[in-house]
Nanobody, 112 residues
């Protein structure tokens, strides 16, 4: 079955860190561009970062550049989003995406 399952979300204090995991099944993440998006209530889903197929070129949205790191483990068939120095504005549901395939999302809440 082709699917994406996100995990690793939770409650964290401002300035803290979390690592999100996107576990893929039914295909190899190394063969596809994989992306992270996020969405808050009342707003459109916004792109956060992507890692390209093959050599893994990476790109970030400006609002996370320098704080978030996307990576993948081909052996585990997983994609990660390491999030550091989190702020209230990072509170959202985070989604993993491959083309037209989306995961169910994982909630990240930044609050003191």
């Amino acid at each position: 079955q082709v699917q994406l399952v996100e995990s690793g979300g939770g409650l964290v204090q401002p300035g803290g860190s979390l690592r999100l995991t996107c576990a893929a099944s039914g295909f190899s993440v190394s063969n596809w561009m994989m992306s992270w998006y996020r969405q808050t209530p009342g707003k459109e889903r916004e792109w956060v970062a992507w890692i390209n197929a093959g050599h893994g070129q990476i790109n970030y949205a400006e609002f996370v550049r320098g704080r978030f790191t996307i990576s993948r483990d081909n052996a585990k068939n997983e994609v990660y989003l390491q999030m550091n120095n989190l702020g209230d504005e990072d509170t959202a549901v985070y989604y993993c995406r491959r083309s037209d395939l989306w995961g169910q999302g994982t909630q990240v809440t930044v609050s003191s």
